[in-house]
Nanobody, 130 residues
Framework: VQLQAYGGGLVQAGGSLELSCATSGRTFSTFNGGAMGWFRQAPGKQREFVASITWRIGTKYYADSVAGRFAISRDAAKNTLYLQMNSLKPEDTAVYSC?????????????????????WGQGTQVTVSS
């Protein structure tokens, strides 16, 4: 399984970007469930959860810091994950990585934690200038 995130860049505060994450190899059609998520890591900080979506039903989860500004979505036919980021702030500056898990969790906290994901892609840099 390979994940590749792209779409990052430099944007002014208040601007928008859309990230994409392409999946290749074993796809979700093989699994009954699973989820994909976005995480980010700013310099000198721990990696943190941003958003996630269950693949079969499409239930979405967001970090409080991005709720109302970011929107996660997926295109099951293309095995691609998206993150639409609006009203960007300088504090959103980070390397954004996508991740996936084939598991279906009853405890939804696993969908919001990096420990819940087995496969990770290389990140894409998002820089928001003030």
């Amino acid at each position: 399984v390979q994940l590749q995130a792209y779409g990052g860049g430099l944007v002014q505060a208040g601007g928008s970007l859309e990230l994409s994450c392409a999946t290749s190899g074993r796809t979700f059609s093989t699994f009954n469930g699973g989820a994909m998520g976005w995480f980010r890591q700013a310099p000198g900080k721990q990696r943190e959860f941003v958003a996630s979506i269950t693949w079969r039903i499409g239930t979405k989860y967001y970090a409080d810091s991005v709720a109302g500004r970011f929107a996660i979505s997926r295109d099951a036919a293309k095995n691609t994950l998206y993150l639409q980021m609006n009203s960007l702030k300088p504090e959103d500056t980070a390397v954004y990585s996508c991740a996936r898990t084939p598991n279906r969790y009853t405890d939804v906290s696993f969908y919001k934690s990096e420990v819940g994901y087995e496969y990770w892609g290389q990140g894409t840099q998002v820089t928001v200038s003030s």
